[in-house]
């Protein structure tokens, strides 16, 4: 049997202290769920033996979709023989301890019937995130991100020579000796900002969401760019609006496929609005009176867009009971 704990107190086999925030603290698919144990990545003897333990589970990911059952859902985690089939030892992903116990990620062929169907259901990451227990729902997260990363990184992009997995499935090696790139998981760091003026906020459109649905203002960090910069060009870029007093709120995972959400709250110092780069279908200001009258549809409660808004609305409610 796989020992989870050796039972020695060494500073390498000791489990290192998780921090764990409240969860009205953390955005959904955040916090420290996982230990992520990175220094066994580079022990392939330990990740063996790991990976053909009957304590070990395996989240299993099929195309990009994760596995659940029940009402409400609970992730499925499966033991090693349930998981036999679609295991090949040289390609699973190490994600670390999971409430105690070895975790991996299976990539399963989305070109393959759906398996398990007798243990549950395979949903899109979207609906589940907003249904799970915060450590399955960063679990699977992490679980789904690795996958999808393996799957679209399969050549090299120096030589196009095939890559394989190592480090436990927390990189990639170029398999031509001569070039020998090692290549590890990306993550595209994006800002997600609540511009507001006075009692009003500003919100916009794509045109391929819902009839009625506005949200924050967001877009990726380009090189050679800081965050703060990043926000006061997306606004200006997007609806023509001056930003200052750029603030951080807080941070989201993703993995739609592998976006870091780095929140942020700003103050307009201008108020016309034009859609300068078209990305956005429309673009208006809306005061808390319009936001709690149900138009506009807000975005689900799963983004840290809602958290944003839901926080800018309560910051307002707080501080007129403080003056009354």
């Known amino acids: 049997m796989y020992p989870v704990h050796s039972g020695r107190r060494g500073e390498r086999d000791s489990p290192p202290t998780v921090l764990?925030?409240?969860?009205?603290?953390?955005?959904?698919?955040?916090?420290?769920?996982?230990?992520?144990?990175?220094?066994?990545?580079?022990?392939?003897a330990w990740l063996r033996e790991a990976a053909r333990s009957g304590e070990s589970r395996f989240v299993p990911v099929w195309g990009d979709r994760c596995l659940a059952v029940g009402e409400p859902a609970r992730t499925v985690l499966l033991g090693r023989q349930q998981a036999d089939a679609f295991i090949a030892d040289e390609r699973l992903i190490f994600l670390g301890l999971f409430r105690g116990q070895p975790a991996f990620a299976v990539g399963i062929d989305r070109a393959l019937p759906p398996p398990f169907e007798e243990l549950g259901q395979f949903h899109d990451l979207r609906y589940l995130g907003s249904i799970l227990p915060a450590d399955?729902?960063?679990l699977v997260a992490h679980a789904r991100a690795l996958v999808i990363w393996h799957g679209v990184q399969q050549f090299c992009g120096r030589c196009g020579t095939p890559m394989r997995?190592?480090?436990?499935?927390?990189?990639?090696l170029c398999t031509n000796d001569g070039c020998g790139?090692?290549?590890?998981?990306?993550?595209?760091p994006?800002?997600?900002?609540?511009?507001?003026s006075g009692d009003r906020c500003l919100l916009g459109r794509q045109r391929s969401w819902p009839e009625g649905r506005y949200s924050t203002i967001a877009g990726f960090v380009e090189p050679g760019e800081s965050l703060e910069d990043?926000?006061?060009?997306?606004?200006q870029e997007e609806t023509n609006v001056i930003v200052?007093?750029?603030?951080?709120?807080s941070s989201q995972p993703w993995p739609f496929p592998s976006s870091l959400m780095l929140g942020f709250t700003a103050a307009a110092s201008t108020g016309e609005i034009a859609l300068n780069d078209g990305e956005l279908e429309d673009a208006r200001w809306f005061t808390r009176k319009e936001l709690a009258s149900g138009f506009p549809k807000l975005p689900p409660r799963l983004s840290i867009s809602r958290r944003l808004v839901d926080d800018w609305l309560h910051a307002a409610e707080g501080q007129a009971r403080e003056s009354s």
């Open 20 to 44: 764990k925030m409240p969860l009205n603290g953390q955005n959904i698919f955040a916090g420290a769920y996982v230990d992520r144990h990175g220094h066994r990545r580079e022990d392939a």
């Open 230 to 235: 990043a926000v006061m060009r997306e606004v």
């Open 244 to 249: 200052d007093d750029v603030r951080y709120h």
């Open 181 to 188: 790139l090692r290549i590890f998981p990306r993550v595209d």
């Open 165 to 172: 997995t190592e480090s436990g499935g927390n990189s990639r």
């Open 136 to 138: 399955e729902a960063n």
């Open 190 to 196: 994006a800002i997600i900002v609540l511009v507001s």
